[in-house]
């Protein structure tokens, strides 16, 4: 079924580029013509107590000067927002929540607004932003019961020049809501290769395929490095992992412990074990564990310490490299995001977050 999914997804991608060399237009992209179709009123998801949002309406804001008003697609909801959602306390001061999000300008105010390349950002434009939106609040109405455009958990959004806009027009809506993820990712693969500076030709193995191995597969994927296997005891993370760029792997179960997946290992790298192992997942044993599928004078890193707040602009440039170099190379990034709700939907897409189920949960707009 996966196979035949992915088999439509390409032929309607080679359709649509086919279509698009074929036809002798201007180099406009049509959908990114200015939409004037604005609403006078807009909805956003207000916390109103423990575990519960709200579905409110607000009046439309007009963008000031260095603002740009954006229609919003979608947001991926976040183990963070989640954790909030938990504590539902109106008004409480705490990192800003619904950060990962991406919609189209559809006006933009009264003087120019650039993003971080200094590129002008017009209506039309698919944008992220890298900063906080709206400061600390976002995610929640005011004292007076009032709802605001709170974060990306809107159909509108009010965006600031020092928001650290990016414009993403190349990049599928999927694509842009990964931004954030993909540039963690791509961060530590930099970071690991600075350190130990692997060739490509380097055996790697991954430990643990969640969302965080996933993209790390892919980020070294798309850094060149191709004889990557993947170890997970869940069939299905596996799957995905080759799909993600892993050439290899290695089902854990209890039968075969620990030395059957060095074995197995092994066996995949021609009688040789990994010249450099990363530990994407919490493991009991840790390092200790890790390491035994490695050479000796081979490397372990563990790849799970990624602080958010530490990413730099180098780090956000190497994810939008990444996901270019995906989209090019036809890697489905999109089957990460295995769930999908309308924002009517937000407090069962937190639930889902928290349950642990599948990989990516996004909350769309209608």
């Not at 709200?54 to 991926?76: A, H, S, Y």
């Not at 799970?304 to 490299?321: C, D, F, H, I, N």
Request: with cysteine; glycine share 10%; proline share 3%.
């Amino acid at each position: 079924m996966d196979a035949k999914i992915d088999e439509i997804v390409k032929q309607v991608i080679n359709e649509v580029k086919a279509s698009a060399a074929g036809q002798n237009t201007v180099k406009a992209d049509r959908q990114l013509q200015p939409d004037s179709r604005i609403q006078s009123e807009g909805k956003g998801a207000c916390l109103t107590g423990p575990e519960n949002y709200e579905i409110k309406q607000f009046e439309i804001p007009v963008p000031g000067e260095k603002e740009v008003l954006v229609r919003v697609e979608g947001c991926i909801v976040s183990e963070s927002d989640a954790q909030e959602f938990l504590k539902g306390i109106p008004g409480y001061q705490c990192p800003a929540v619904g950060e990962e999000g991406t919609g189209r300008v559809v006006k933009v105010g009264s003087s120019p607004v650039k993003d971080i390349h200094g590129r002008v950002i017009k209506e039309g434009d698919l944008v992220t932003t890298l900063g906080s939106v709206n400061g600390k609040k976002s995610g929640y109405g005011d004292k007076k019961k009032e709802c605001r455009p709170s974060g990306w958990y809107s159909s509108y959004v009010l965006l600031r020049e020092d928001m650290k806009i990016l414009q993403m027009n190349d990049l599928d809506q999927d694509s842009r809501m990964l931004y954030r993820q993909a540039s963690e990712a791509a961060a530590s693969v930099d970071r690991i290769c600075k350190l130990y500076k692997p060739e490509t030709y380097a055996k790697i193995a991954v430990a643990g395929c969640r969302t965080a191995g996933l993209l790390t597969i892919a980020a070294l994927k798309c850094a060149g490095f191709s004889d990557i296997i993947a170890i997970d005891e869940d069939e299905e993370c596996l799957a995905l992992a080759e799909k993600m760029g892993a050439r290899h792997k290695v089902l854990f179960t209890c039968k075969n412990g620990v030395q059957g997946m060095v074995e197995k290992t092994k066996s995949c790298f021609g009688g040789e074990l990994a010249d450099l192992a990363l530990q994407c997942v919490e493991l009991p044993g840790g390092n200790s564990i890790v390491r035994r599928f490695v050479r000796a004078g081979g490397n372990t890193a563990d790849m799970t310490k990624r602080v958010r707040t530490q990413l730099t602009r180098e780090a956000y440039s190497q994810g939008e490299k990444v996901l270019r170099l995906a989209q090019t190379a036809e890697i489905p990034l999109y089957r990460l995001i295995t769930h999908r709700f309308h924002l009517e939907e937000i407090n069962q897409a937190n639930w889902t977050v928290l349950s642990g189920a599948g990989h990516i949960c996004a909350v769309l707009n209608r």
